[in-house]
Every structure is written in structure tokens, then in C-alpha cells.
């Protein structure tokens, strides 16, 4: 006979075994899931580990790097100090530039004034050298002429010395000849004055004692009257002017004679 509460029996095994397997796959897949993540908690400490030395060298690296960016500041400030100092200087460099741009603009312009007086005196070196040729041709025409000249003043001393010569000797024969010329000029008469009797005047001889008549010019001065006469004395004759007062004064000439002044006395 068959049981009726085997179909029970069977259902509550197999359900029993349902959970028995389920209760397996479960903590089969618990497993799974702690080995997972076992796995995965030893790749993520081996990352940490990892990343931790990373990030000791990251510290260590950026320590360094601080201490780079600490020089880097340093010469960055260095830098701008010296491009500060640039900067002044380049613009010292530009006044002075400046400076010497109008330097440059004063020196073109004494330069070509420079250049402008140095023409004109290219120019007046031309015309000092012309002149200088037309002096040196007329020193040379002079030297010639003052050669001339020293030949004709050698010529003229000799002339000189020669014209002195006989000069001395004219002058020795006229001092021979001055008496003879004195005598030669001395009107050949004597005078005398006789006073007339009665008291009528005086009267004034003039003897020629030359071997010709002699023609003489009497200018007569009486006072306030005065009286000239022209008489030809004879050849060893005389002449007589008679009334004639004392203080009267007479003048005798004759053509190649000395004159005759008398007072009558």
C-alpha cells in the first residue's frame, strides 16, 4: 500500500535540497565575491603602496621643486634686477642716443661747413698758388734786374770814385782859380771923393784902369731923390759926379763885375 504522505516527503527532500544547493551557491559566490575582492583589496594596497612611494617621491620631488622655484624666484628677482638695471641703461643709452643723434646733427652741420671752408680755401690755396708763381717769376725778373742794378752801382762807385777823383781835382784848380776869379770879377776902377770948394758938395772920381772903355750904371740916392745915369768910362779915363751931398749913397755896376757900393763921406 502505498503511503500518502511520501509525495510530501519527496517535496519537502527535494525542496531541502533546493536550499541546501542554494545555501552552497551562496556562499559559493560568497567565496567569489571575498576572493574578488581579496584580489582586488591586494591590487588596490599594491596601488597604495604604489602611489604611497609616489607620492613620496612626488613630496620629495616637489621639496625639490620648492627648492628650485626658491632659486627660480631668486633669479627670477636677480633677472628683473638686472633687467631694471637694462632698462635704466637702456634708456641712458637712449638719452645719450639722443644726445649724440643731436651731436651728430651738429657735427654734419659743422662738417659741412667744414667742408664749405675748405673749398674756399682749396680755392684761395689756388689763387696763393698763382700768385705765388707770378711773385716767384717777378723775384726772378727782380733778381735779374738786382743784378743789373749791382753791375751798374759796381759801374756807377766806379764812376763815382772816379767823378770824386775829379771832383777834388776841380775843386784843388778852382781854389787855384778863386782868387784869380775874384780879381777876374772886381771892377777894374778906383773911387775917390773930393769936396768942392765953397762948400758946393762933393764930388766922386771913378778911374778906369782897364785897357778899354768901361760902360758903368750909377743908381744914385739922395734923401727922398734918387737918380740913376749910364756914362762910358774911356780907356784909363775917369769920371766925375760932383754935387753930391755926405750920407749920399752910390751903386756902380758894369755888365761881368761886381757891384760897387759907396757912401759919401
Excluded at 787855384?176 to 776902377?189: I, S, Y
Excluded at 780907356?235 to 757900393?261: C, F, H, M, P, Q
Amino acid at each position: 500500500m502505498n503511503d500518502p504522505k511520501a509525495p510530501h516527503r519527496e517535496k519537502a527532500k527535494r525542496a531541502g535540497a533546493f536550499a541546501l544547493l542554494g545555501a552552497l551557491a551562496a556562499c559559493l559566490l560568497i567565496v567569489i565575491i571575498v576572493l574578488v575582492l581579496g584580489v582586488k583589496l591586494h591590487r588596490r594596497n599594491a596601488q597604495l603602496a604604489a602611489t604611497s612611494a609616489q607620492l613620496g617621491q612626488t613630496k620629495s620631488d616637489l621639496a625639490g621643486a620648492q627648492t628650485d622655484l626658491a632659486k627660480a624666484k631668486s633669479q627670477a628677482a636677480d633677472l628683473q634686477s638686472q633687467l631694471d638695471q637694462a632698462k635704466s641703461q637702456a634708456a641712458e643709452l637712449k638719452t645719450q642716443a639722443d644726445q649724440a643723434k643731436a651731436a651728430s646733427t651738429d657735427l654734419q652741420g659743422q662738417l659741412d661747413k667744414s667742408k664749405a671752408q675748405t673749398a674756399d680755401l682749396q680755392t684761395q690755396l689756388g689763387q696763393s698758388k698763382a700768385q705765388t708763381a707770378d711773385l716767384q717769376s717777378q723775384l726772378t725778373q727782380a733778381n735779374a734786374g738786382a743784378s743789373r742794378l749791382l753791375t751798374q752801382l759796381d759801374q756807377d762807385k766806379i764812376q763815382s770814385i772816379d767823378m770824386q777823383a775829379r771832383l777834388r781835382k776841380a775843386e784843388g784848380d778852382l781854389a787855384q782859380l778863386q782868387p784869380m776869379l775874384l780879381k777876374a770879377r772886381h771892377m777894374p776902377v778906383t773911387t775917390s771923393f773930393d769936396k768942392e770948394h765953397r762948400g758946393h758938395g762933393v764930388t766922386l772920381h771913378i778911374n778906369n784902369l782897364a785897357d778899354q772903355p768901361l760902360t758903368v750904371n750909377l743908381s744914385i740916392n739922395s734923401g727922398a731923390n734918387a737918380r740913376k745915369q749910364t756914362n762910358v768910362i774911356g780907356r784909363a779915363g775917369t769920371l766925375n759926379i760932383d754935387k753930391l751931398s755926405e750920407g749920399d749913397s752910390v751903386a756902380i755896376a758894369s755888365d761881368g763885375y761886381d757891384s760897387l757900393n759907396l757912401v759919401v763921406q
